[in-house]
């Protein structure tokens, strides 16, 4: 409607999507990528190696910078193991230099109080970034 809210969900290669984007056209981004925890998804190999999986997500990210506007906020859950408690840092510090972390969730379940329609790990922490302030601010 005139005016009013628009969403707009986007289904598909989130690099190839993302190209097709117009620079700062995107108000939000919200997602939740594969953790590279070995979870078993249908074709995505779960199992890449640490810098090959942070040098990806540095990839996608910097979409995610060209497509957010100035005033976007953008949302990155991550996921992590007992065996990887570090890795959702990793991720961070691997993301500094297009974005600043405002803030971190953490989220804690039980095997009872977990959804039964999601067969992913759950994570320690889910991570927030927002675009690095300028020295102005």
């Not at 910078?65 to 996921?79: A, E, I, M, T």
């Amino acid at each position: 409607s005139p005016g009013g809210t628009v969403f707009k969900l986007i289904h598909g290669d989130c690099l190839m999507k993302m190209g097709e984007l117009s620079a700062q056209s995107v108000d939000v981004v919200v997602t939740s990528p594969p953790y590279n925890l070995g979870v078993k998804y249908g074709k995505y190999d779960d199992t890449k190696a640490r810098d090959e999986y942070l040098s990806w997500t540095i990839e996608w990210c910097r979409q995610v910078k060209r497509v957010l506007k100035d005033n976007g906020s953008f949302f990155l859950n991550v996921g992590s193991s007992p065996s990887n408690p570090m890795f959702p840092h990793e991720v961070v510090l691997a993301l500094r230099e297009l974005f600043g972390l405002l803030g971190r969730f953490v989220e804690r379940r039980t095997e009872r109080s977990a959804s039964p329609l999601r067969r992913a790990p759950r994570g320690a922490g889910a991570p927030v970034a927002q675009d690095a302030p300028t020295a102005a601010e």
